[in-house]
């Protein structure tokens, strides 16, 4: 797609963006209805099916962006999309007037350590010297995955009463529910073909997504990790954004906190598909150092989220939530930086 001019690379990713967005809405109701049906529930599950489901289109385009050779579009995607996410927590608690924080169990604290640990392996990976090599890919990416499995078993544990006594505990993340009515009306074969159909389209769009967005990188000469960390992470999260307002909707505050956090954790888990995917070598020992600010500031966010989740108390400013427009502010300071950085890489 290099050979294209940029304004049809830019049709193409319009393109493509909008039917990965479509078919990672329809992945993230279908995922919940099978989940309510099946009777599925619970946290690994719910981890499985929900955060899977919607995160589901930046595991299919960073795969394609890493089969493409573009190892800094495929990471920057991973960090931008659970940069967005927390992002797109914060907003949802600024337009809930500082209703979701607070309204949720300490048991997220536990949950919110797992992507912030996960997303500092990644960045220590980044910046340190190369390390063990399996076949082609780091030893560091599949070190995130055990780490990923031995934290989801850790907060499956029983979880003792908290401060917030009047709050359930225990299951963190779990089918959500936030499907239509007339959408729980469809039979369960036709959610089936529906999820097979919408899963089939994300991996057919997902590389169109990041050749395109590859495309765009060389033609502008602003760099693919701002690119991944933009464009490609504000396409893919959508399906994570449209989930977890449902869910705020219907006053399942904690399924929302616990869907963005939980796709933070899997979006780490997705660096072993792209390193896979990148056969020249480790894919975290060849992007540019400028991801590691991008991890830093995921971690950042998700760090902030997580102090107001602790906090557990409204502390409204003339009508807003100071945490949450922090987030906000860090969300687009790191943008910007991350703009200036990769323009002058």
């Known amino acids: 797609m290099n050979d294209l001019s940029l304004p049809a690379l830019l049709v193409a990713f319009a393109v493509a963006a909008a039917v990965v967005v479509a078919a990672g809405v329809v992945l993230a109701r279908s995922g919940d209805t099978i989940a309510e049906r099946t009777g599925l529930g619970g946290l690994f599950i719910g981890m499985l099916l929900l955060a899977g489901a919607t995160s589901l289109p930046e595991l299919a385009t960073d795969i394609s962006a890493a089969l493409a050779g573009a190892p800094d579009l495929a990471v920057g995607d991973l960090f931008g999309s659970s940069m967005a996410n927390m992002a797109i927590l914060a907003s949802i608690d600024l337009l809930h007037r500082g209703r979701v924080w607070p309204r949720v169990g300490l048991g997220h604290a536990r949950l919110a350590t797992m992507p912030i640990s996960l997303t500092a392996l990644a960045v220590m990976a980044i910046v340190a010297p ?45 089918p959500t529910g936030w499907t239509l009515r007339s959408y729980r009306t469809v039979r369960t074969r036709t959610v089936y ?147 200036v950085a990769s323009g002058a890489h």
């Open 193 to 339: 073909v529906q999820f097979t159909i919408a899963s089939i389209a994300v991996l057919l769009f997902a590389p169109i997504l990041a050749l395109s967005g590859q495309g765009i990188a060389a033609a502008t000469g602003i760099g693919e990790t701002f690119v991944g960390a933009l464009l490609l992470a504000g396409s893919t999260s959508l399906p994570e954004l449209v989930a977890s307002i449902a869910a705020v909707r219907i006053g399942a505050y904690e399924l929302a906190v616990g869907n963005l956090f939980g796709s933070n954790a899997f979006n780490m888990v997705a660096l072993l598909a792209a390193d896979l995917a990148y056969l020249p070598g480790p894919i975290l020992a060849a992007v540019s150092p400028v991801q590691a600010l991008a991890g830093l500031g995921a971690i950042l966010m998700m760090a902030v989220a997580l102090a107001a989740v602790i906090h557990g108390e409204e502390t409204r400013i003339r009508r807003l939530e100071p945490d949450a427009v922090l987030v906000l502010v860090i969300w687009a300071s790191l943008l910007g930086a991350i703009y």
């Open 130 to 174: 190369p390390g063990i090599v399996l076949g082609w890919v780091g030893i560091e990416t599949v070190v995130i995955v055990i780490a990923y499995v031995a934290a989801v078993r850790w907060i499956r544990r029983p979880l003792g009463r908290g401060r917030r006594g009047h709050e359930a505990v225990g299951e963190i993340i779990a």
